[in-house]
């Protein structure tokens, strides 16, 4: 009788580290690890050891994986890495990340951790709604009638350059008052060390701190936020707005009151919820194994999976 695999390689590249893992039929997580992303290397370094890091996976697993998912960051579509500016790669084939011979799918890193969430966790049951990730960066999945929306060239969801403030301060991507500028959890600990003269101050300490300075700070992220979800929900009218990434767990100092300013905002509407993301830090390698096991050719799997996860620890 012929041995029918019981698992997939699901891994989730960052651009400062990787966390894989393999997962089984019944979405039990048999193995977690985590290795640095080697970009300083350049990107051939980045792609070898992506390559080892599922070689060892899979090593550890009982016969040949089911399949392959890998979530990596840039532009991407299913079967080609085409662009990373912090992983420095270009049109990088799936088939390049291994060697196993086994079927390999790639997605988005936001939208593979919002297709988990969709599945998996605070948005399970909703067909239309935003996964907004906020910690260094901030970008979004856009689930719409059930799957994430990529756009035409696959830059949906790039929430974080929505101008909130246009007169504001310029942004890395050459635009002025980006919501990215303000809200991200590094905007947030960079605006207080400016005004201040102190340096690397991270966020959670200007969210948890009394002084007038980090207030005026965390009152303009609240601002450039609220405005950022309010133009979302007037275009595309979402059943919640799931919040995550290491700024969430913030808690109520964040969504109190950019629940009350979405509310104001949206006077002639009702406010969709605001919702805490429920998988964590797992959401990249739970949506890569889904990934993994439709490579394989089990779509079907997923939603009845019951999951262990922990929360994102609050990034500067």
């Not at 080697?38 to 089911?66: K, M, N, Y």
């Not at 990373?84 to 990088?92: E, K, P, Y």
């Not at 960079?190 to 340096?199: A, K, V």
């Not at 450039?224 to 275009?235: C, M």
């Amino acid at each position: 009788m012929s041995h029918t695999p019981a698992y997939v390689v699901a891994l989730d590249v960052g651009g400062t580290s990787m966390k894989g893992g393999l997962v089984s039929e019944n979405g039990a997580v048999l193995l977690s690890e985590r290795r640095p992303t080697p970009r300083t290397d350049g990107p051939e370094a980045v792609v070898a050891a992506i390559r080892d890091f599922i070689r060892h996976l899979a090593e550890t697993g009982d016969g040949s994986p089911a399949g392959v998912g890998l979530a990596v960051p840039g532009l991407v579509s299913e079967d080609t890495a085409l662009y990373a500016a912090n992983l420095g790669w270009r049109d990088v084939p799936a088939k390049d990340f291994t060697d196993l011979g086994v079927p390999v799918v790639l997605g988005h890193d936001v939208r593979t951790g919002g297709l988990a969430e969709s599945v998996l966790g605070a948005g399970r049951g909703a067909s239309d709604f935003l996964f907004l990730p906020i910690g260094t960066g901030i970008a979004g999945a856009m689930i719409v009638n059930g799957a994430p929306y990529e756009g035409t060239a696959g830059w949906s969801g790039e929430i974080g350059h929505i101008p909130v403030f246009p007169d504001g301060e310029e942004c890395a991507c050459g635009q002025y008052g980006c919501l990215e500028t303000y809200a991200s959890a590094a905007s947030v600990g960079r605006r207080y060390s400016q005004r201040t003269g102190q340096e690397g101050v991270k966020a959670e300490q200007v969210v948890t701190s009394d002084d007038p300075i980090a207030i005026e700070v965390w009152d303009e992220a609240v601002e450039a936020l609220s405005l950022a979800l309010a133009t979302y929900t007037l275009l595309l009218d979402p059943a919640m707005i799931v919040l995550g990434g290491g700024l969430s767990q913030a808690g109520p100092a964040l969504f109190d009151p950019v629940r009350t300013r979405l509310v104001k905002r949206l006077s002639f509407r009702e406010a969709p919820p605001l919702l805490p993301a429920a998988l964590g830090v797992d959401a990249g390698m739970l949506g890569a194994a889904l990934l993994g096991w439709r490579a394989a050719g089990r779509p079907e799997l997923g939603p009845g999976w019951e999951v262990d996860v922990r929360a994102t620890p609050l990034v500067s």
